[in-house]
């Protein structure tokens, strides 16, 4: 496995991997690698000759007051899983070779797609990321590119970022990794307390609760949803939403159609750790 964190000698790997007509998949990743980054992998190494990974914490999609910098850091470890797992090439790039002097220059800007989920909380957060992926695409030049579904929302910005700025790469959406009580696997469950990794499962509970009655027929789910918040809350959840998007536009929707598909997301903090979690709703 080639470790690489300057773009020169990055790039001068991929080239060779072209050269010989080597098919790539690229995994990118903050890095603190779990069992879930492990799956991406996985699916990677099935459907390209070659898997690229990147470790960096993208500091343009935290927000002033978010965790950028107590997010854990872990390099060594994730260079091992990375090795063990058969990765070929990971990039390991620092802020200055990502942004360099440059990144006051532009910025880009999203629509419609950032409005509600976690784009309606976190200030700033897709345009960071489209910005990070933008780049990362650009010096990668993958063929296929592996995201998870955990981030459905960054899954759909994404897409669009790569119809609109005519990225010549084939995305893959792979399943959540859960531990076996439910919880999505995430990087932010090592701040977990012990009592609070008792509790974190609540949300996933919820939102199956919430999908196994929609399935079930209730097809205006506004009332369970405000039940399991209020639920949520009791136990020592700070809620920011849960709530059924469309999955084109992520727009919320109040009354469900059959026939279609939908996107039932939640996020919450308990203490203060963030947790995500969709399921999608095929109706
Ligand atoms: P992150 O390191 O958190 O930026 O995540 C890197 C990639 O791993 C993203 O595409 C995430 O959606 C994906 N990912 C994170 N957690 C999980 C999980 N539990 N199951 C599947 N994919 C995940």
Redesign the pocket.
């Known amino acids: 496995m080639q470790v690489k964190d300057s773009i020169f000698e990055f790039k001068k790997v991929i080239h060779q991997f072209k050269l010989h007509g080597k098919k790539i998949a690229f995994?990118?990743?903050?890095?603190?690698?779990?069992?879930?980054?492990l799956?991406?992998i996985k699916i990677a190494k099935q459907h390209a000759d070659l898997v690229v990974v990147s470790i960096y914490v993208n500091p343009e999609q935290f927000g002033p007051n978010e965790d950028f910098d107590k997010y854990p850091r872990t390099l060594e470890n994730d260079l091992q899983q990375c090795e063990d797992a058969g990765v070929d090439l990971v990039f390991t790039p620092n802020n200055e070779v990502m942004y360099g002097s440059d990144k006051k220059y532009f910025s880009i800007e999203l629509n419609t797609l950032n409005i509600e989920m976690d784009g309606g909380s976190r200030s700033r957060f897709f345009e960071g990321i489209v910005l990070v992926v933008n780049k990362l695409f650009n010096i990668v030049e993958p063929d296929f590119a592996?995201?998870?579904?955990?981030?459905i929302q960054?899954?759909r910005v994404i897409s669009q970022m790569v119809k609109e700025f005519n990225h010549n790469v084939e995305l893959i959406m792979?399943?959540?990794?859960?531990a076996e009580d439910g919880l999505?696997?995430?990087?932010?469950n090592m701040y977990l307390s012990e009592e609070e990794r008792i509790l974190a499962p609540s949300l996933f509970r919820s939102l199956s609760f919430i999908k196994k009655n929609i399935v079930d027929g209730i097809y205006n789910p506004s009332l369970l949803i405000k039940h399991q918040l209020e639920e949520l809350k009791e136990k020592g959840f700070k809620n920011d939403y849960i709530g059924v998007y469309s999955m084109e536009d992520i727009q919320p929707i109040d009354k469900l159609v059959k026939g279609n598909t939908y996107i039932l997301a939640g996020a919450t903090y308990i203490g203060r750790t963030r947790l995500i979690d969709n399921l999608i709703l095929e109706l």
């Not at 990743?29 to 879930?36: C, F, P, R, V």
């Not at 592996?146 to 981030?151: L, N, R």
């Not at 792979?174 to 859960?178: E, K, N, T």
């Not at 999505?184 to 932010?188: E, F, G, I, M, N």
């Open positions: 995994v990118p990743t903050m890095g603190a690698l779990h069992e879930g980054h799956s991406l592996v995201f998870g579904q955990k981030d960054q899954f792979a399943p959540i990794s859960r999505a696997l995430s990087s932010r």
